[in-house]
C-alpha cells in the first residue's frame, strides 16, 4: 500500500511566506495514487494496520497515524492544520460545534477550585456555561466589562487560571484590546483564551497579541453558507495535547464530512469576507444616517468607541452590525415582522443576510438590567451581512426601518 494513503499528517503547502489565500488553498492532505486534485472524503468510523507490530506502536504513540476517526481522521487533520497556519498556531483540534469547543478547551484545562475571569459580554451559551454548569465543579466566574480592563488587575484571584473574551463582541460588536489582555495574562502567568468567531483568522490573529488559546464556532462565516455545523481551538502545543486527550475520551469530534466541507470552504474564505465587509460597510453608513435609527455600532465606523483598537487589530471590520431603533422593543418587533428579503434566524455569517431582535427573542428572558449589562437594549437589532447585492439589503432595511415607525 502506498504510505501517502496512511500518513494524514503530511501536508503539501508548507512553503513559507505564502499569503493568506494560498496557504488557505494550498494545504491539503498529500494526494493519493488515483492523483485527485482535491481532496477525497475519508468517510470511515477506523483505520487497519499492516501487523501486530504496527498496531501496538500506533496505540502507544510511538507511530502518528490514524487509528479511529473519534481520535483524527484525514479530513479532520487537513482542516485543522489549515487553521493553525492561518491563525499561525501550533497544533489544534476539531469540534463537532464551536461550543463543544468552548466546554471541552474549559474541562480538559481547569480543576475543581479554579477561577475564569470573562469579559462580560460573551455568547449567551458560553455564559450558561460559566454560570449553571462549571459551578458544578467548583469553578467559578468573575465578568470585566469590555470597556473597563483597567480593573482586571483588582478582579484576578489567587485561583485564577484563565482570562477569556470574544472580540468583536455578541451581539453589541464591541471590540476588546487584545494586546492590553495579552500583557495582563503574561504579567500573572495567566492563560488567555480568545473566541476569534466573528473575525475568523482572516481579519483577526489573536495569537499574534499574546493568545494562548484561540477558539472557533466553524459555523459561522468560516462554512460561510448555513449548511454545516463545527468547531476549532488552536494554539500552543503542549495545551491543545491535554485538549486532544480530553476530547479523545469524551467523543465532541467534527464529522469526516463536515470537515471537508470546512476545509473546502477556507478556500473561499477571503474573498466572501471581503464582500462581507464591502456590503457591511456600506450598510453601516446608510443606518448612520437613518432618521429612525439612534446609534449604529460597526468596527470600521468612526463613531464606534473603539475604532482605533479595531484598526489596530483586524484587517477590516466584519460582517456583523448591531444598532438602535428608536422606540425600543415594539419597534424592533415590527422591524423584523416587515423585512422581507432579510432572513430572521439566529444563525450568523450565513451568506444571506439574517436580521435579529436579541432584546425580544434570544436575551428576551434576562431582565433590562442584565441586559444592559451587556449592552442589549430595547431597541438594539443586529444584522449579519450577507452576500446579497448590497442595494438589495439596503433596499430591505430601509423599508422595514419606516414602517417600524411608532
Not at 32 to 38: A, D, T, V
Not at 194 to 206: S, V
Not at 283 to 301: G, M, R, S, T
Request: aromatic share 8%; with cysteine.
Amino acid at each position: 500500500m502506498d504510505k501517502r494513503l496512511k500518513n494524514s499528517r503530511t501536508f503539501v503547502g508548507d512553503e513559507q511566506g505564502l499569503n493568506f489565500e494560498t496557504t488557505a488553498i494550498r494545504t491539503q492532505n498529500e494526494r493519493s495514487q488515483f492523483q485527485e486534485h482535491s481532496t477525497p472524503l475519508y468517510l470511515t468510523s477506523s483505520f487497519v494496520f499492516e501487523d501486530a507490530e504496527e498496531m501496538r506502536a500506533s496505540f502507544t504513540e510511538e507511530k502518528d497515524r490514524n487509528i479511529y476517526s473519534r481520535f483524527t481522521n484525514p479530513n479532520t487533520s487537513e482542516f485543522v492544520e489549515k487553521i493553525c497556519k492561518l491563525e499561525g498556531a501550533e497544533a489544534g483540534y476539531a469540534f463537532a460545534t464551536g461550543m463543544s469547543a468552548v466546554f471541552s478547551t474549559f474541562a480538559a484545562l481547569l480543576n475543581s477550585g479554579d477561577h475564569i475571569l470573562s469579559a462580560r459580554s460573551v455568547f449567551g451559551s458560553t455564559h450558561t456555561l460559566f454560570t449553571k454548569y462549571l459551578p458544578r465543579w467548583q469553578i467559578d466566574t468573575t465578568y470585566f466589562k469590555v470597556d473597563e480592563i483597567d480593573t482586571i488587575d483588582d478582579l484576578i484571584q489567587e485561583n485564577t487560571k484563565v482570562i477569556y473574551a470574544e472580540s468583536p463582541t455578541n451581539p453589541g460588536v464591541d471590540i476588546i484590546d487584545l494586546e492590553r489582555l495579552g500583557s495582563i495574562a503574561k504579567k500573572h502567568g495567566l492563560l488567555l483564551i480568545i473566541d476569534n468567531c466573528f473575525a475568523t483568522p482572516y481579519l483577526q490573529n489573536p495569537i499574534k497579541y499574546g493568545a494562548d488559546l484561540v477558539i472557533h464556532s466553524a459555523t459561522k462565516l468560516i462554512d460561510g453558507q448555513g449548511r454545516v455545523l463545527g468547531g476549532a481551538t488552536v494554539g500552543k502545543a503542549d495545551l491543545i495535547r491535554e485538549i486532544y486527550l480530553f476530547s479523545r475520551n469524551t467523543g465532541p469530534a467534527l464529522s469526516p464530512f463536515n470537515a471537508w466541507v470546512l476545509s473546502k470552504s477556507l478556500e473561499t474564505l477571503a474573498v466572501r469576507v471581503d464582500r462581507h465587509c464591502e456590503n457591511a460597510m456600506k450598510i453601516a453608513q446608510f443606518l448612520e444616517e437613518h432618521e429612525c435609527v439612534n446609534w449604529v455600532k460597526y468596527p470600521f465606523l468612526r463613531s464606534h468607541p473603539q475604532y482605533e483598537i479595531a484598526k489596530k487589530q483586524m484587517r477590516q471590520g466584519g460582517n456583523i452590525i448591531s444598532f438602535e431603533i428608536k422606540s425600543g422593543i415594539e419597534a424592533g418587533r415590527k422591524f423584523l415582522n416587515n423585512v422581507q428579503l432579510c432572513s430572521l434566524s439566529a444563525n450568523l455569517g450565513d451568506s444571506r443576510t439574517i436580521v435579529t431582535h436579541p432584546a425580544s427573542t434570544t436575551h428576551s428572558k434576562l431582565s433590562e438590567e442584565d441586559r444592559g449589562e451587556v449592552g442589549i437594549t430595547d431597541g438594539l437589532v443586529r444584522v449579519s451581512v450577507g452576500l446579497e447585492h448590497v442595494d438589495d439589503v439596503i433596499k430591505d432595511l430601509g423599508q422595514a426601518l419606516e414602517i417600524s415607525k411608532i
